[in-house]
């Protein structure tokens, strides 16, 4: 009997954390070459459909998106291309945070009639 060594990659992402700007995962893979995370803002992505992407050093297992949209969806997989087949990982689907600003002290009228805040804090 041959045996046939399965030689296909192994690709796994798992979200570990987000928040209004920033995703990030841990990643698991095995047999890869030219290893992507990509995203996009629809549940199709793939290859041809992302609106953005991070090649990612092999010797790496986290990852971090940053500069992301707040209050949005994302999808993110992981790509590799070997022996010129495509492969995936599943999509992960995540919400970015929407951004809520919190006042320190009240907004007040300076002389010219302008509004102004002394104090501004992320929440």
């Known amino acids: 009997d041959n045996e046939v060594l399965n030689d296909n990659p192994s690709l796994i992402l798992e979200q570990t954390n987000s928040n209004s700007y920033s995703v990030?995962?841990?990643?698991?893979?095995?047999?890869?070459?030219?290893?992507k995370l990509i995203w996009n803002d629809t549940n199709e992505v793939n290859i041809n459909n992302k609106i953005g992407e991070k090649v990612i050093d092999i010797s790496?297992?986290?990852?971090?998106?940053?500069?992301?949209?707040s209050n949005k969806e994302y999808y993110f997989r992981l790509y590799s291309q070997?022996?010129?087949?495509?492969?995936?990982?599943?999509?992960?689907?995540?919400?970015?945070?929407?951004?809520?600003?919190?006042?320190d002290s009240a907004v007040a009228n300076n002389n010219l009639g302008n509004l102004y805040v002394s104090t501004i804090k992320q929440v």
């Open 82 to 103: 070997k022996n010129n087949k495509d492969y995936y990982s599943d999509i992960i689907s995540t919400s970015t945070k929407k951004v809520n600003i919190t006042f």
């Open 24 to 35: 990030n995962f841990n990643l698991s893979f095995s047999k890869v070459e030219n290893l």
């Open 60 to 69: 790496n297992n986290t990852i971090v998106i940053n500069n992301l949209e």
